[in-house]
Nanobody, 123 residues
């Protein structure tokens, strides 16, 4: 079992910046990849970014390219989302997710989700 805990969501003005963090914890696991989705009121959940652990390969959703940067700390099983030039359209609940190899009690590849953190961009 892996638990994901997000932090860093806040209220910011347009053009401002935030950094979100997501830390994975559990008894025994390895990370394949971690990333972020978001869901705004009245809209479907949208892919934001993810990053692989093996080669740090990164992907971004079209709406955030050039403004958001995803990074990871492999020693902490933590992923970060640096959000710059924030727009009101970025307002959403941001969810961390990850794909993990859970070695205890048995080896299996599974996807886990965090509970989300609210980001509000408004003047």
């Amino acid at each position: 079992q892996v638990q994901l805990v997000e932090s860093g969501g806040d209220l910011v003005q347009p053009g401002g910046s935030l950094r979100l963090s997501c830390a994975a914890s559990g008894s025994s696991f390895s990370v394949y990849a971690m990333g972020w989705y978001r869901q705004a009121p009245g809209k479907e959940r949208e892919f934001v970014a993810d990053i692989s652990w093996s080669g740090s390969i990164r992907y971004y959703g079209d709406s955030v390219k050039g403004r958001f940067t995803i990074t990871r700390d492999n020693t902490k099983a933590t992923v970060y989302l640096q959000m710059d030039s924030l727009k009101p359209e970025d307002t959403a609940v941001y969810y961390c997710n990850g794909r993990f190899l859970v070695t205890m009690p048995s080896g299996s590849a599974s996807t886990f989700w965090g509970q989300g953190t609210q980001v509000t961009v408004s003047s």
